[in-house]
């Protein structure tokens, strides 16, 4: 079953621009991740949050979290061609991960 | 480390027949999953193992469905009969107790069933 749920599905963009994921999800939680998927390929994890972090920074992705609202967003920052790939959050409120659809992004030079 | 190894990568199979998919997970990972991806039910657990014991099969869809870990470093995904619905890409990943959340994915296996 699906915990989390992110919007948009799809997400196209130009080089450059700042390109932002958003995630859905329904029960508590330990923490929420999020996951990169190049086509072809297997998921490759990006960056964790903990339930009591609100905002976390990695390189170019900035990962917010707002437990009141079950809600957390990703953030890229000046995208680039090679950022073109399907991005999941995975919500854990236990030991395995749950995903959800994923957003697929574009990134056009 | 060379991560999560699966086998076949591909594997297309006519209906009816016995599908093995194979993985080892990553050396001292003492958690193993398997999930199934496809386009319109996205990324689905279907089993987890602890210590090499069966934790959470919920998401296993039917009988047909087995998976079994004899040891620490080998699990297998067993479908039997195989049909055309369970054509999608098959992950397995691992991850340590003591190395965080993380879940380390294989390649997949790209299953179909024709």
């Known amino acids: 079953s699906q915990q989390g749920e992110e919007d948009p599905q799809a997400l196209s963009i130009q080089e450059g621009e700042n390109a932002t994921m958003n995630c859905s999800y329904k029960t508590s939680i330990n923490n929420l991740q999020w996951y990169r998927q190049n086509s072809g390929r297997g998921l490759v994890h990006l960056i964790l949050?903990?339930?009591?972090?609100r905002e976390k920074h990695s390189g170019r992705l900035r990962v917010t979290l707002d437990t009141s609202k079950k809600s957390s967003s990703l953030l890229i920052t000046a995208s680039r061609a090679a950022d073109t790939a399907s991005y999941f959050c995975a919500t854990d409120a236990g030991t395995a991960l749950i995903f959800g659809k994923g957003t697929t992004l574009s990134v056009s030079s | 480390d060379a991560g999560v190894i699966q086998s076949p990568r591909h594997e297309v199979t006519e209906m009816g027949q016995e599908v093995t998919l194979r993985c080892k997970p990553i050396?001292?990972?003492?958690?193993l999953f398997w999930y199934r991806q496809t386009m319109m039910r996205g990324l689905e657990l279907l089993i987890y193992?602890?210590?090499?014991?069966?934790?959470?099969d919920s998401g296993m869809p039917e009988d047909r469905f087995s998976a079994k870990m004899p040891n620490a470093s080998f699990s297998t995904l067993k479908i039997q009969p195989s049909e055309p619905r369970d054509s999608a890409v098959y992950f397995c990943?691992?991850?340590?107790?003591?190395?965080?959340?993380?879940?380390?994915f294989g390649e997949g296996s790209w299953l179909t069933v024709v």
């Open positions: 990943a691992s991850k340590g107790s003591s190395s965080g959340n993380t879940i380390y």
């Open positions: 050396s001292g990972h003492d958690y």
């Open positions: 193992f602890n210590n090499n014991v069966p934790i959470d």
């Open positions: 949050i903990r339930s009591n972090e």
